[in-house]
């Protein structure tokens, strides 16, 4: 059973109530984008491992960056770090939709735009990561989670999928403005919070970026239940590689439901992302927080293989909506015990350590996925994620023996334990 303590409900006061805000109107803008972006490689180009470069080269700087992004997050202001990422990722979207009402658009930039944005996102995950509980009680991170997850579902398909079609309509150019916007207003939001300074341990004397770094992966690798979930993690994003690469092919190729059709495979996802954020509380309450894990991981097997082998939109779409709500209950609960576990000052480090091995296989699956869609069919993708699941799932199964304690931070302070 989880600790009843974790469930308490963040005040939107404090601070909260606008890093929410602003990042659901971040990921509204950001599923503009998602959507849109397929699509117009689509247009550009019908080689599959042409559009699937597109999306791995979106992962790539998370495996060159991504430990630097949470070292530097532990360093500077968090706050300040956010609001400048996002100002920046608003001009480069801004001059992006610029190129493509200019007809200057092109495969190249779209690979080029995916590596950049995710670039200035290495940073911004990891202090959006690490900010969270100052403005947030640490017994109510788990019910802040949730919430900020299920608002950028909300967000991010219910009402961004839908609308894409309809800016389309517009111009090739407005998702991409769109989101430029969201950048902007999100970056002000941030701005404008007003957040003490974060509590850090002095660095010693000599003290670098490399060693910093190593630290964090230290906290990570003696931590079981970390461990356990980001050896789970990356397994599932080598799946989750291929299948997004491919989606928008086996939606309009393999399944012949075009634009409307992918739009309304987005829009069940979300549904059923929403669902598993009102459903989480329940599921930890059974089966703790990596129990409940380890239940999202093996739903989502059954799912992928619906999805790589009945030839139905309406299969596709409730398969969907399953694996998202597995997914929320995946997200939130890897978030949350990473946030829970992770020694004071060094949650950047920590999810930077995370993020960067989990992701790593993305590029890798997203290749995978061309290259399987191009030999064997564009329905094989999801039944090759469905294979790496099944992989994860038996990764997490360490990770499920009980007690195990919350790693102890270098400098011998004792932490509290927290029950998975």
């Not at 894990?293 to 139905?312: H, K, Y």
């Not at 296989?361 to 030999?375: D, E, F, H, Q």
């Amino acid at each position: 059973m989880a600790d009843v303590r974790d469930m308490r409900v963040p005040a939107w006061r404090g601070g909260f109530g606008r890093l929410w805000s602003a990042a659901v109107l971040s990921s509204f803008g950001d599923a503009l984008r998602t959507a849109a972006l397929p699509l117009l490689a689509a247009t550009l180009t019908d080689e599959p491992m042409l559009i699937a470069s597109v999306t791995a080269c979106g992962y790539l700087p998370w495996i060159v960056f991504g430990l630097l992004g949470g070292a530097v997050a532990d360093r500077v202001d968090q706050r300040r770090a956010m609001w400048t990422v996002d100002a920046l990722r608003g001009l480069l979207m801004a001059a992006f939709a610029a190129a493509v009402v200019l007809g200057h658009v092109s495969i190249g930039l779209l690979i080029a735009l995916a590596f950049a944005l995710t670039t200035l996102q290495t940073l911004f995950d990891n202090a959006s990561t690490a900010l969270l509980p100052v403005l947030v009680d640490r017994k109510a991170l788990g019910s802040a989670n949730a919430r900020l997850m299920t608002g950028q579902r909300i967000a991010g398909g219910l009402l961004a999928g839908p609308l894409v079609p309809v800016l389309l309509l517009v111009g090739a150019a407005a998702p991409f403005l769109a989101d430029a916007v969201t950048f902007l207003v999100g970056a002000a939001l941030v701005a404008s919070l007003r957040v003490g300074a974060t509590e850090r341990e002095p660095r010693p004397a000599g003290s670098t970026l490399r060693g910093e770094i190593a630290a964090g992966l230290r906290v990570l690798g003696r931590d079981r239940a970390l461990r356990g979930l980001c050896a789970a993690t990356a397994l599932c994003n080598i799946g989750m590689g291929a299948l997004i690469a491919t989606l928008v092919l086996l939606v309009t190729g393999w399944l012949d439901a075009g634009n409307a059709g992918f739009a309304a495979a987005m829009t069940a996802y979300t549904v059923g992302s929403l669902a598993g954020g009102v459903v989480n509380r329940w599921v930890v309450d059974r089966l703790g927080r990596i129990g409940g894990v380890f239940l999202a991981g093996a739903v989502q097997i059954g799912a992928l293989v619906v999805m790589g082998s009945v030839r139905s939109l309406a299969a596709l779409t409730g398969s969907l909506a399953v694996f998202g709500l597995m997914g929320m209950v995946w997200n939130v609960n890897t978030t949350t015990l990473m946030q829970q576990r992770s020694p004071a000052g060094m949650l950047g480090r920590v999810s930077s350590a995370f993020r960067t091995l989990s992701v790593a296989g993305a590029p890798l699956g997203a290749l995978l996925g061309g290259a399987v869609a191009t030999t064997w069919g564009l329905n094989t993708p999801a039944l090759l994620a469905a294979a790496f699941f099944v992989l994860s799932v038996t990764a997490l199964i360490p990770a499920l023996k009980p007690d195990v304690s919350v790693v102890e931070p270098d400098d011998g302070a004792t932490t509290a334990r927290v029950k998975p």
